[in-house]
T-cell receptor, first 114, second 120 residues
Framework: KAGVTQTPRYLIKTRGQQVTLSCSPI?????VSWYQQTPGQGLQFLFE???????NKGNFPGRFSGRQFSNSRSEMNVSTLELGDSALYLC?????????????FGPGTRLTVL | AQTVTQSQPEMSVQEAETVTLSCTYD???????LFWYKQPPSRQMILVIR??????QNATENRFSVNFQKAAKSFSLKISDSQLGDAAMYFC?????????????????FGKGTHLIIQP
């Protein structure tokens, strides 16, 4: 089975712009979660989608949004980029929401905001 | 809200020896899940081992095992026969068993990580 894929792998944007990141989960996985990783704050949960519905959300401003499509692929959007949004954005998928099932992570998208 | 603490920013061990990484957490819940993830220089997060809080038996996966002390809220990872490929950042993580119990944030809560160095 192919793993979780994320595109693009690297991205450079300027302040004020918006960006869309994409995540394709493992085939059959219906839950997709997004995390932000920075040296200062570490790994922080952004949100989780399951069957096209946002199930859970972390403590991030409304500039961060996402969606999930019927094929379970997910996109994350950040509007009005700030310097502090520079981070590694990780996507993770699971077969279902909740439960012991571990999340399988993608390689991440490295976003740099100038 | 739950918190996860990894008190060792960096650990070093000789190849073939055993090392234990510490993790403590704070929660008011009685049922939850705990995980250890490995992040090598490639940045790909890899699930190492997982534990259900209501199970007393410590989880094991080959050379990796945990010491789960629920009363002490401790979840340490033991790596036996350390190999060069074990060098990575190791993250301890917590997830609520009950959805919606975390104030709307029920994804994984991670510790800050422990950088494990393997000396050849």
């Amino acid at each position: 089975k192919a793993g979780v894929t994320q595109t693009p792998r690297y991205l450079i944007k300027t302040r004020g712009q918006q960006v869309t990141l994409s995540c394709s989960p493992i085939s059959g996985h219906r839950s997709v979660s997004w995390y932000q990783q920075t040296p200062g704050q570490g790994l922080q949960f952004l949100f989780e989608y399951f069957s096209e519905t946002q199930r859970n959300k972390g403590n991030f401003p409304g500039r961060f949004s996402g969606r999930q499509f019927s094929n379970s692929r997910s996109e994350m959007n950040v509007s009005t980029l700030e310097l502090g949004d520079s981070a590694l954005y990780l996507c993770a998928s699971r077969w279902t929401s909740g439960g012991l099932g571990g999340q399988f992570f993608g390689p991440g998208t490295r976003l740099t905001v100038l | 809200a739950q918190t996860v603490t990894q008190s060792q920013p960096e650990m070093s061990v000789q190849e073939a020896e055993t090392v234990t990484l510490s993790c403590t957490y704070d929660t008011s819940e009685s049922d939850y899940y705990l995980f250890w993830y490995k992040q090598p220089p490639s940045r790909q997060m890899i699930l190492v081992i997982r534990q259900e809080a209501y199970k007393q038996q410590n989880a094991t996966e080959n050379r990796f095992s945990v010491n789960f002390q629920k009363a002490a809220k401790s979840f340490s990872l033991k790596i036996s026969d350390s190999q060069l490929g074990d060098a990575a950042m190791y993250f301890c993580a917590y997830r609520s068993r009950t959805e919606g119990s975390g104030g709307g944030a029920d994804g994984l809560t991670f510790g800050k990580g422990t950088h494990l160095i393997i000396q050849p």
